[in-house]
T-cell receptor, first 115, second 113 residues
Framework: GAVVSQHPSWVICKSGTSVKIECRSL??????MFWYRQFPKQSLMLMAT?????????EQGVEKDKFLINHASLTLSTLTVTSAHPEDSSFYIC???????????FGPGTRLTVL | AQSVSQHNHHVILSEAASLELGCNYS??????LFWYVQYPGQHLQLLLK??????LVKGIKGFEAEFIKSKFSFNLRKPSVQWSDTAEYFC???????????FGKGTHLIIQP
């Protein structure tokens, strides 16, 4: 149980375009989801906390107008990278707070490459 | 700012050797502690967690970790590693009341047969 999926698993786009990444909890409802970013050979860094039906909470230094988060249902959160640039290339990982409320279950990640 | 330090970035061991991976954190209040593993090509999986109670916690696949509050540490151990333990290991901390996790940089563990 507690499976989280992400789509797409990898995406290549041109500079200036927008890219949407989906995060779904497949077998449980998640009122809270999280978005992390991982640079090569570095740690995961929390970008934002996504709460169903309300605005996301962004960590310091994360541009909320660039990284748009929508958590419209109890099983789906989306991250849209707007006007993507090469420096946005990274590995984006989502997680969902599990049924007990104390654990997080991670998706497989999305590799974004901006040309 | 809260930080999590993993001292060993790359570890190479032979099968049946004992393993200890270090993790220290900087936050002084109540914390929840986690170790995650990421096998090649797979997503993060929870190995074990500490919320409260017995500071020695046992996880899956024979792993255990000990929370030492005075040392701000949560080291991961396994008495005898297997080739299949080759993976990236991440220590993570959640401050009491916070939601998101702060991760260490990870330790790349390679087990030689």
């Amino acid at each position: 149980g507690a499976v989280v999926s992400q789509h797409p698993s990898w995406v290549i786009c041109k500079s200036g375009t927008s890219v949407k990444i989906e995060c779904r909890s497949l077998d449980f409802q998640a009122t809270t989801m999280f978005w992390y970013r991982q640079f090569p050979k570095q740690s995961l860094m929390l970008m934002a906390t996504s709460n169903e039906g309300s605005k996301a909470t962004y960590e310091q230094g994360v541009e909320k107008d660039k990284f748009l988060i929508n958590h419209a249902s109890l099983t789906l959160s989306t991250l849209t990278v707007t006007s993507a640039h090469p420096e946005d290339s990274s590995f984006y990982i989502c997680s969902a707070r599990g049924p007990t409320g104390r654990e997080q279950f991670f998706g497989p990640g999305t590799r974004l490459t901006v040309l | 700012a809260q930080s999590v330090s993993q001292h060993n970035h790359h570890v190479i061991l032979s099968e049946a050797a004992s393993l200890e991976l270090g993790c220290n954190y900087s936050y002084g209040g109540t914390v929840n502690l986690f170790w995650y593993v990421q096998y090649p090509g797979q997503h993060l999986q929870l190995l074990l967690k500490y919320f409260s109670g017995d500071p020695l916690v046992k996880g899956i696949k024979g792993f255990e970790a000990e929370f030492i509050k005075s040392k701000f540490s949560f080291n991961l151990r396994k008495p005898s590693v297997q080739w299949s333990d080759t993976a990236e290991y991440f220590c993570a901390v959640r401050r009491g009341g916070a939601d998101g996790l702060t991760f260490g940089k990870g330790t790349h563990l390679i087990i030689q047969p």
